[in-house]
């Protein structure tokens, strides 16, 4: 962890002094920070959400558990640069060994913006961690770039996204090296936003998001178990926001998976969330 935490202050402090430059002098905001002088609009959110199941990648983690997810980030907006840590614990008993925390930083920004062909990307490191194991490590690292185009179907809302996973195991000694925990998988996304009358007094209207997705997996499986290089699944869902006010959001969603490799896994699955979310 101590490793960890020096490589976020080595990526991270670069950047937030540089964009401090163009930002000294200015006045400070309830969102800024003052490092060395100089301030930095610094953005950060906090959530919890309950899921009756936890499915990633198509992976059904905690085989049928329910399950929380924690949530807290920090977003420096100047710069592009970015930090999330999440936790995923079952609900109950028998499965604290697959308790995960992924510390993640990220990169993101867009290319030709304001253009039919205006590019969003995010480049992203995720150290996952598996911190119940008692003697060896099964943690797990990953590269990946999303890439989002918000202009070129020309429908307003409609999102097109692909995302590109490199994972493999952290520690040279890990049970994991040179095997099923290293390789690829891409993800196809189309996102659709829309906005109806609010549902609450204090909200004139609210957003409905439709996701889809379908995974390629080419042999890479968390758990270590043999998959095949094949479309593992599909996943369709929907959610929206209720602000609350000060910050507070409650999101409901509901999904459904088509499971299509039972390598992966060998059923359909439904689940819903709800999450909590505080940003300031």
Wanted: net charge negative.
């Amino acid at each position: 962890m101590k490793k960890l935490v020096c490589l976020v202050v080595i990526v991270l402090l670069p950047a937030m002094v540089l964009a401090q430059t163009e930002s000294k002098g200015k006045s400070k905001g309830p969102g800024d920070l003052e490092i060395l002088g100089y301030g930095l609009d610094v953005h950060g959110y906090a959530d919890i959400t309950f899921q009756s199941r936890y499915i990633w990648r198509g992976f059904d983690v905690f085989n049928n558990r329910s399950a929380y997810q924690m949530t807290a980030g920090l977003q420096f907006a100047d710069t592009g640069f970015g930090a999330e840590v999440s936790g995923h614990r079952a609900t109950g008993g028998g499965y604290e060994l697959w308790e995960r925390w992924d510390y993640n930083l990220y990169y993101q920004n867009a290319l030709f913006k304001g253009e039919p062909i205006e590019t969003n990307y995010r480049l992203g490191w995720v150290y996952y961690s598996f911190p119940q194991w008692p003697a060896v490590s099964w943690d797990l690292q990953e590269m990946h770039a999303i890439i989002s185009m918000p202009n070129v179907t020309t429908v307003k809302g409609l999102v097109p996204s692909l995302v590109i996973v490199k994972l493999w195991p952290s520690a040279g000694d890990s049970p994991f090296v040179g095997s099923n925990a290293s390789g690829w998988a891409y993800i196809g996304m189309l996102d659709y936003a829309f906005p109806i009358p609010g549902l609450l007094p204090t909200m004139p209207e609210q957003m409905i998001r439709l996701h889809s997705e379908i995974i390629y997996n080419d042999g890479v499986s968390p758990m270590n178990t043999v998959v095949d290089s094949d479309w593992s699944n599909a996943v369709l869902g929907a959610s929206t926001d209720f602000d609350l006010g000060y910050g507070l959001k409650l999101t409901p969603g509901v999904y459904y998976q088509v499971s299509m490799d039972s390598s992966v896994n060998d059923k359909d699955e439904v689940w819903f969330t709800v999450g909590g979310r505080f940003t300031f």
